[in-house]
């Protein structure tokens, strides 16, 4: 959904008052617009000290909060069931007193006290999570950002798959609790990239729910892929690691979907312990021969009795392989939303144009709470590349291929050089701009029309011109002679969504969805056009300075951007 | 569970009340259907807790007339201050105090930080003086006693030092630095200055004229030479067919990837064996705790960590958080309702409207009926205050209200049958409409002639059957409509109970927390007549001229946690 409703788009999400002049500007030369800015984006000289922009970053499980040019959030605040109690209930602090997780965890709500919202809205309360986020954010404000309640613009960095009900409860929330004057959206996917310092990039971000595949190309989410391998599955599996190694209790049976230890411990200690195997071929195993017998003495306290585990330390790495890889089955025993994360990744670059995947396998960015896990991002790298070895970009798989390629009496290049040809890591892959669906039927690469376009001249690039213009009249340093890398498996770092988000309103960039206050609490979410009715509009509108007017006194469209519409 | 129950009670502020959710027609389609006016208020639902506030957190604007909790205030900083100009362990957020390495036989040292600096030389370190964790066990020792933000700020843990933004910064201008190119070591680019170096380029590929469209790069020399205006003004003249980015930057078209470490560009390592076999190694003790890591502020000095921040060993020193006080203004007529002394010392107020002295407190107690032994109103009957209530018995609740205002208020009152919730409970309030007397001074009472003292008396008793505040004689019984006992500006009526039995259902889920409680929802509607002019703070004799007076009335849910209900 995010693909479609972005990649068609030209101009405007944003509102048409950001851009909006006095009429009559447009024809009376170039001079007028900059005295009768309206916007507060517009321009440099409308830097005011005190209009401090919050930039608030939203998970699953935790929120940042923090000011724009800022490298770092100010606070974090971590959802739990503290949160959750009335005013002036200090239960917490007194003597003896435990949290009684086994009731609270009644009903299949292990860990919900400890999330926001859950993206499947069936069953969330909107109104609470309106409430959590507005306590949440009153606390960090108080807390950590030591700001009065002035209203102050902010801007959302938010999960680009985030379903627009919680939007927007969160929305109404927080514009009828702090009356900010606008509110813009920033995918985080987005920040990321921008954080990292590319245009295109293929994000992992190993969430809490699920992991997320997004490729971004020059600024827009192409598309992205999603696996419910997540954080939440790892504490289960540590979990029932943990419930494994207890003594046979009373209850006995291990398979029951009781949990017997509370998520605070089973996360803790998933947040300290579990780690993750380097991939087979590697070959460590060795080397750690001597170590191998170490064990993990890990304190419970929240079982029946207060007991302490040993466990082999290598056992540790089971919740890791179960949640996020499942060896021991097939590929193909899995559904689309629980393939394992390599095989999730390999799929989202198989989708992408050629020329797409190339520039995005050479920017691959792992973010998220499960980047933390010791040795998982390696694992994914060399599983993937693994993948890349065995079967190239090649989507078509089965016996029938197999036999295709085996076929002697078909003549064709040797498997394995047809693979490597196809493989961008050999090959520069603007030469392949071949179109694997050119005609939506699928051809093969070295099939006969492959040749022949292959000769063809390469689609011009613009902005690759541009930038070559650029340096060759002596622009900068001699650093924009350097190419960037394509086509080869790389990790970059990022500084993370906060910051690039940060990053990003610092250098006054436009946001794709901005929401004013009073149009929101006229119309709500319902309010929002589709982004592709704004633009149709936004662009006759921008012909004529008359049909600007008649936008803006229509109170302006405006959209949601990637998170739809309703 | 096992101590004693205090009754307690929570009151709702009218805020909560225009929830925004509620608009919303095709947003959600979960919300629940249209709730009519009579819907009773649930305490058990999780969004109350959101609203629910002791008296004591609760404040009231005087000019309209109306409950402020910390939610509808608008509050403004009166001032800032430092709680502690230390830092906080990481371990156990105990203080630390600045010590030096070298460890004398000196007692003062613990006490008097910067004081006893003076003496000693050398390298100094933060110390717990509760947990006994220093610095040094992550390898930070200081060369000052003094200053110590801004030395940690260039130390990272282990000792090395790293550049600051700054001297990043003054470093690239340096020209001795620029003619011998260091190629930076990647893993040297820390989170504040790869933000630093991405900030550095993109301010500088996008003010770099260069990289506009040549045809509109001479609009630069007209004043658009900021970026967003640029792309603004370009968007408007070329349709937007150019520029198909929804990033205004990306608009200009040329902007490229950051390519190296200068600008940002910090390429990932993947390799963690080292970190897995030194927690293999060290096992659980070698890790922090998630309350450690969540107190840790973001870790600014130190390449991306992915992982390794759950070593000990990256734990920095955490700065104390400064604080603020700060006065409350309400947010629609824009009074001041709360304002501190500015001065960090004093714990004053110079204006504090509390919601305590506007509208009637409640007090509950238990009331022991049954045994008949006359030995008073208190609860210190049978059945022993905060003891577990027996389910499905009767139990008689005394509600106490308090009126902390200068006129007679009328108070009215509705709750619900029974309780909402999985276990409900019958409630009867029997006297559920009431006045109480004025909060007029003590002494006035005491002086008042004798004549309007009888009178006032004899009112009194016309309404309690036995005026006689001492005792509970035999007549004392539950009266429907009749008060129990009132006092000077007080009012007591008795709330019948019949606890639910909290047996469950096989394969119902089991007690939430405090689902055993016994919460009532009230609903409390109080009427008073004010002077017009709305300072109603002078002792205005209850003697009305009501020409001058206006009615006014205030009226909200309160929750009353009453007992627990004896579990079987």
């Known amino acids: 959904m995010s693909t479609s409703s972005t990649s068609s788009a030209p101009l405007p999400h944003r509102s048409v008052a950001n851009i909006r002049t006095p009429s009559g500007a447009g024809q009376s030369g170039p001079s007028t617009p900059l005295r009768n800015i309206s916007s507060s984006f517009s321009s440099p000289s409308s830097l005011r000290a005190d209009d401090e922009i919050i930039i608030i970053e939203f998970g699953t499980r935790k929120l940042q909060v923090g000011f724009s040019g800022d490298a770092a959030p100010r606070g974090t605040i971590w959802f739990g069931p503290d949160q959750l109690r009335r005013a002036g209930d200090f239960r917490d602090w007194q003597l003896g007193y435990r949290y009684d997780w086994r009731s609270a965890a009644a009903g299949g709500s292990w860990a919900r006290d400890y999330e926001l919202w859950r993206y499947d809205v069936r069953s969330v309360d909107l109104g609470l999570v309106g409430d959590k986020v507005e306590r949440a954010l009153r606390d960090a404000f108080t807390k950590y950002m030591l700001i009065d309640s002035r209203p102050r613009r902010m801007v959302w960095v938010l999960p680009s798959s985030l379903p627009i009900p919680l939007l927007s409860a969160a929305l109404d929330s927080v514009f009828t609790r702090f009356q900010p004057p606008t509110v813009s959206l920033l995918s985080s996917p987005l920040a990321l990239a921008v954080g990292a310092g590319v245009r295109s990039a293929l994000v992992v971000d190993l969430g809490w729910s699920e992991t997320v595949v997004t490729s971004i190309y020059e600024y827009r989410e192409v598309a992205a892929k999603r696996s419910i391998r997540g954080g939440r599955m790892l504490v289960e599996q540590t979990h029932n690691l943990l419930a494994k190694h207890l003594p046979q209790s009373a209850e006995g049976d291990a398979d029951s979907q009781e949990h017997v230890l509370s998520f605070e411990e089973c996360s803790d200690i998933t947040s300290r312990l579990v780690w993750c195997k380097p991939h087979p071929t590697t070959g460590q195993e060795e080397e750690d021969a001597a170590t191998r017998s170490a064990t993990v003495r890990i304190p419970l306290t929240s079982w029946l009795s207060p007991t302490t585990l040993e466990l082999p330390f290598d056992d540790l790495s089971e919740p890791c392989e179960t949640a996020f890889f499942d060896t021991q089955y097939t590929l193909t025993s899995f559904d689309d939303d629980e393939l394992p994360l390599h095989l999730l990744v390999y799929r989202s670059l198989l989708q992408l144009p050629l020329d797409v995947r190339a520039t995005c396998m050479s920017r691959i960015i792992f973010t998220g709470g499960c980047s933390a896990v010791l040795g998982l991002r390696k694992r994914i790298l060399d599983e993937l590349s693994h993948l890349i070895q065995q079967r190239g970009w090649d989507p078509v798989r089965g016996k029938a291929v197999e036999k295709l390629l085996t076929n002697p009496k078909l003549q064709r290049p040797p498997a394995a050089a047809r693979r490597s040809h196809n493989n961008p890591e050999t090959a520069p892959p603007a030469q392949e701009n071949v179109g694997e669906e050119r005609d939506g039927v699928w051809h093969d690469h070295d099939h006969s029309a492959a040749p022949a376009a292959s000769y063809m001249e390469p689609e011009p690039d613009p902005i690759e011109e541009q930038l070559k213009r650029g340096s060759g009249s002596g622009s900068g340093s001699g650093s924009d002679q350097r190419t960037s890398v394509r086509g080869e498996l790389r990790v970059i770092e990022s500084v993370g969504a906060w910051s690039g988000a940060s990053l990003a309103t610092h250098l006054k960039t436009m946001a794709v969805a901005t929401i004013d206050r009073e149009v929101w609490l006229q119309h709500g979410a319902t309010g929002a056009s589709k982004p592709s009715e704004v633009d149709h509009k936004v662009q006759r509108q921008s012909l004529g300075p008359g049909g600007l007017m008649r936008g803006s006194a229509a109170g302006g469209a405006w959209t949601l951007g990637v998170w739809g519409s309703v | ?568």
Not at chain 2, 54 to 81: F, G, K, N, S
Not at chain 2, 479 to 493: L, Y
């Open chain 2, 1 to 568: 569970m096992a101590t004693a129950f205090t009754p307690y009670s929570y009151i709702q502020c009218p805020c909560s009340d225009i929830t925004p959710t509620d608009r919303r027609s095709g947003g959600s389609p979960t919300t629940p259907e249209p709730d009519d006016d009579d819907r009773a208020f649930d305490p058990r639902a999780p969004r109350s807790s959101f609203s629910l506030y002791p008296l004591e957190y609760l404040m009231y604007c005087e000019d309209c007339h109306q409950i402020r909790c910390p939610r509808c205030v608008a509050e403004e900083i009166v001032t800032y201050y430092c709680p502690n100009c230390l830092f906080e362990c990481p371990v156990c957020v105990g203080p630390l105090a600045v010590t030096s390495v070298e460890t004398k036989p000196d007692p003062n040292l613990l006490a008097a930080p910067d004081n006893s600096a003076a003496p000693l030389a050398g390298p100094y370190a933060l110390t717990c003086s509760y947990c006994l964790w220093t610095s040094t066990e992550v390898g930070i020792q200081f060369d000052k006693p003094n200053g110590i933000h801004a030395q940690l700020a260039k130390l990272r843990n282990g000792g090395t030092t790293r550049l600051t933004a700054k001297e990043r910064k003054e470093r690239r201008k340096d020209p001795s630095y620029k003619a011998q190119p260091p190629p930076p070591d990647s893993q040297d680019l820390d989170h504040e200055a790869q933000f630093a170096n991405l900030k550095a380029f993109y301010q500088g590929q996008l003010a770099d004229p260069n990289t506009a469209d040549a045809g509109l790069a001479l609009l630069g020399d007209l004043g658009f030479s900021s970026p967003t205006s640029l792309s603004r003004i370009m968007s408007i003249y070329t349709g937007g067919s150019l520029l198909h980015d929804k990033k205004a930057k990306t608009r200009l078209g040329a902007m490229r990837e950051a390519l190296d470490p200068d600008e940002g560009l910090l390429v990932a390592s993947l390799d963690e064996s080292a970190a897995i076999s030194k927690l293999r190694s060290e096992g659980l003790d070698g890790t922090a705790s998630t309350a450690q890591l969540v107190g840790q502020p973001p870790n600014m000095v130190e390449p991306p960590l992915h992982g390794n921040e759950r070593f000990l060993d990256t734990l920095r020193p955490v700065p104390h958080l400064l604080r603020t006080k700060r006065s409350k203004r309400c947010p629609v007529c824009r009074h001041i309702i709360s304002k501190p002394e500015s001065k960090v010392q004093t714990t004053r107020f110079r204006i504090r409207l509390v919601a305590g002295s506007y509208i009637p407190s409640i007090s509950i107690r238990q009331l022991a009926l049954s045994s008949g032994t006359g030995s008073g109103t208190s609860a210190s009957g049978p059945a022993v205050p905060g003891a577990p209530l027996e389910p499905l018995k009767p139990a008689h609740f005394l509600l106490t209200f308090k009126n902390p205002i200068f006129e007679t208020i009328k108070v009215t009152l509705g709750a619900p049958a029974t309780t909402p919730g999985r276990f409900a409970s019958r409630v009867t309030v029997l006297c559920p409409e009431f006045e109480v007397d004025a909060n007029t001074d003590v002494w006035d009472e005491a002086l008042k002639n004798n004549a309007e003292r009888d009178r006032e008396l004899r009112r009194r008793r016309g309404e309690s059957v036995s005026a006689n505040s001492g005792g509970i004689s035999s007549a004392n019984q539950l009266e429907v409509g009749k008060i129990w006992e009132r006092g000077r500006n007080w009012v007591s009526i008795v709330v019948e109970v019949v606890p639910a039995s909290l047996a469950l259902a096989p394969g119902n889920p089991p007690l939430r927390e405090d689902e055993d409680v016994l919460e009532i929802p009230m609903f409390v509607r109080v009427e008073w007549e004010a002077e017009m002019a709305g300072d109603e703070v002078g002792a205005a004799p209850s003697r009305s001229n009501s020409e001058a007076r206006e009615k006014r009335e205030l009226a909200y849910w309160c929750v009353l946690g009453v007992g627990r209900i004896r579990q079987r």
